[in-house]
């Protein structure tokens, strides 16, 4: 789709739940890893083991927050090859994309 939407490459459902529970159960970056992407992998892997110290440092919520989100990031990275915030955009669509409706044609 030409218009900027994120379209998941055709993978089977349980190859996407092996490495979405991977990359948030178990260690954030394990998809990252699975796809060989080794640098991106060990950067979201390091933010694993860091947001775990930080819960262990007395940081209770930072810690699994920062877990889960590194996690989700990760596991958005590998399907869509975009951070999980570029998937939700601002809600209004670009200039260019704006359909005429009755409403528009009414109004001239």
């Not at 994120?6 to 990252?32: K, W």
Request: negative net charge; proline residues 8%; glycine residues 14%.
């Amino acid at each position: 789709m030409s218009n900027g939407e994120s379209v998941p490459p055709t993978r089977g459902p349980l190859i996407n739940a092996v490495e979405v529970v991977a990359d948030v159960m178990i260690l954030p970056g394990l998809s990252e890893l699975i796809e060989g992407r080794i640098p991106s992998g060990l950067a979201y892997g390091t933010g694993g083991v860091l947001a775990n110290l930080a819960t262990r440092w007395g940081f209770a919520t930072l810690g699994p927050i920062s877990w889960i989100a590194l996690g989700l990031d990760s596991y958005s990275m590998s399907v869509y090859q975009k951070h999980i915030w570029e998937l939700f955009g601002s809600g209004s669509p670009a200039p260019g994309n704006v359909k005429a409706g009755p409403e528009t044609l009414m109004r001239g």
